[in-house]
């Protein structure tokens, strides 16, 4: 089993930056990938990024060239750095963990409760 506390989340203006972390513990075993999602009110939950193994990351079309997703494998935290802000990113942001567990590498995924993005002039 795999806990993930995110935070970093809080309320900040158009244009603004936030840091927002993900620290997994528990039972690791070996993370494939760790990454981002957002919901905000009236839509449906949707990638923002995400991170492999192999270090190869991925980006939603909307967030390319302002968000940056990195990864500490030794302390097994995630990053998602969050620049040049939108109103229109406002939403609960979920960090999410995928493993691969015993020698067959069952994949499992794991979700974090969330932390509140506003943002707002």
């Known amino acids: 089993q795999v806990q993930l506390v995110e935070s970093g989340g809080g309320l900040v203006q158009p244009g603004q930056s936030l840091r927002l972390s993900c620290a997994a513990s528990g039972s690791i075993f070996s993370i494939e990938s760790m990454g981002w999602y957002r919901q905000a009110p009236g839509k449906e939950r949707e990638l923002v990024a995400r991170?492999?193994?192999?270090?190869?990351?991925k980006y939603a079309d909307s967030v390319k060239g302002r968000f940056t997703i990195s990864r500490d494998n030794v302390r097994n935290t995630v990053y998602l750095q969050m620049n040049s802000l939108k109103s229109e990113e406002t939403a609960v942001y979920y960090c999410n963990v995928e493993t691969s567990e015993g020698p067959l590498k069952l994949k499992r995924n794991y979700w974090g409760q969330g932390t509140q993005v506003t943002v707002s002039s």
């Open positions: 991170i492999i193994s192999g270090g190869s990351t």
